[in-house]
């Protein structure tokens, strides 16, 4: 019985057909800023997890951070641009109540420079909804901040229960 080959590509023939087809769309998607290592980006221990309560029902919500993606990009002026995803898992318990409701999480950040000298701080917050019969979400908030060479990122949550 003759067997037949049904590839039309060979192992390597595919690996170069597939990293011409990435190296094009990095190249594509390249503009003018230069892309850097990112400054570190950290949550103080009591920051990390917080507990908030839902708009309607004042659940309790079990808030913390479930990771963080940044990519930077250098300035004109020196600084660097980073463009964050904060995740987080959300977490209620349906025993408490099930029905639908919004939570808002209330968070802080510092951009601090290379000596720890806060240049600045923000408060603000990320609204996220629960459906009916659902316990726990995994959100990811987009944030960007400017900072100096040498700097970081603080991220905290803030409880308001």
Do not use: W
């Not at 839902?54 to 993606?69: E, L, P, S």
């Not at 029905?99 to 408060?123: E, G, Q």
């Not at 609204?127 to 990811?140: C, I, Q, T």
């Not at 100096?148 to 409880?159: A, D, E, I, K, N």
């Amino acid at each position: 019985m003759k067997q037949t080959n049904f590839s039309k590509f060979s192992s390597s023939r595919l690996f170069t057909s597939l990293l011409g087809s990435v190296l094009l769309a990095t190249a594509a998607c390249s503009g003018s800023d230069d892309v850097v290592v990112c400054p570190s980006v950290s949550a103080p221990e009591q920051g990390a997890r917080a507990f908030v309560l839902t708009d309607d029902n004042k659940q309790i919500v079990d808030a913390r951070f479930n990771g963080v993606r940044a990519i930077c990009s250098s300035q004109n002026d020196g600084t660097i641009k980073m463009e964050i995803k904060a995740g987080f898992k959300l977490a209620r318990n349906l025993k408490q109540n099930a029905s639908a409701d919004v939570v808002a999480i209330p968070l802080m950040s510092a951009v601090l420079d290379a000596n720890d000298v806060v240049i600045s701080n923000d408060v603000f917050g990320y609204r996220n909804g629960f459906a009916k019969d659902v316990a726990k979400l995994y959100p990811v908030a987009d944030m960007k901040f400017e900072v100096p060479v040498g700097g970081r990122v603080v991220l905290s949550l803030r409880p308001n229960h």
